[in-house]
């Protein structure tokens, strides 16, 4: 990663971490937590009342995405969910009530402060079928072709390496998996410095690829049936825009390591020698998967005696 990278990535994460906290302390003082957001095109808003009614202030507080990707996913029970860049949590707990008992929802995110409120959050909702995980978007620690659906809220935008992105989020995704997330998307007609010239990258603006852009992006790494839907715009040419994509359930060989791969990896699932596998891809090598694909991230590590080196 370069250190320009690196250093626009460390701006995220501070920015989300003083939004945890703001509405941490907020939360300990005697009125409640104030809204993170006050835009109209962004945070709690967006979503039903009836939704905002049964979650805790704090999730709904610390919202800060550009849509409701719950509403878009069409969620079934007994689905596996993942959420990128869950933040408070929001979007993980309303997708633990879709799914029901028999379906899990995950949340991701990088940085300490909001995964404290989220498990706080999760907590305080009494959602038992829920998992926060802590990593990057760009190296998701979840074993390939596990997960049903993937959402986000306007979170993708502010990656600095968004084929990454793309890229395992196709891989932890089970063949005839699905993705429905909100994202910023530009004009095709605004170049990168006149994105930038409508707001920062932590603003969720000067990082957003055309739509043009995503699609090439989410068609390189291997979706079909690509839809990007503007909704409303944010700024001039700009829009916060629904985004959904299918992995094609041909998929499922084209994942599969070779055998001189998976001697190189180690052998999957054993821990106490150098390449070891966690169980969790992200642990030690892209080809290396779970030994067995329904375990939790957190359970494949501690059954596989290590922990996760990513």
Known sequence: MSDQSTELRETVRRRYAAAAVQVTEGAAACCGPEPVEVDENFGSTLYAADERDALPAEALAASLGCGNPTAVAELQEG??????????????????????????????????????????????????????????????????????????NCVINLSTDKPAVFAETFRVLKPGGRIGVFDIVADDALTPGQRAERGDYVGCIAGALSFTEYREGLDTAGFTDIEITPTQPVADGMHSAIVRALKPVSAASAQTPTKAEAETAGTAGTAGTAGECCGVTSCCTPTEQSTDPTLTATEAKSTSGCACQS
């Not at 993942?82 to 990088?110: H, N």
């Open 79 to 152: 689905e596996r969910v993942l959420d990128l860049g869950s933040g408070g949590g929001i979007d993980v707990l309303l997708s633990a009530r879709r799914v029901g008992p028999t379906g899990k929802a995950y949340g991701l995110d990088m940085t300490d402060e909001m995964l404290e409120l989220a498990l706080t959050n999760a907590a305080k909702a009494k959602a038992p079928n829920v998992e926060f995980l802590k990593g990057t978007i760009e190296s998701i620690p979840l074993p390939a072709n596990t997960i049903d659906v993937v959402i986000s």
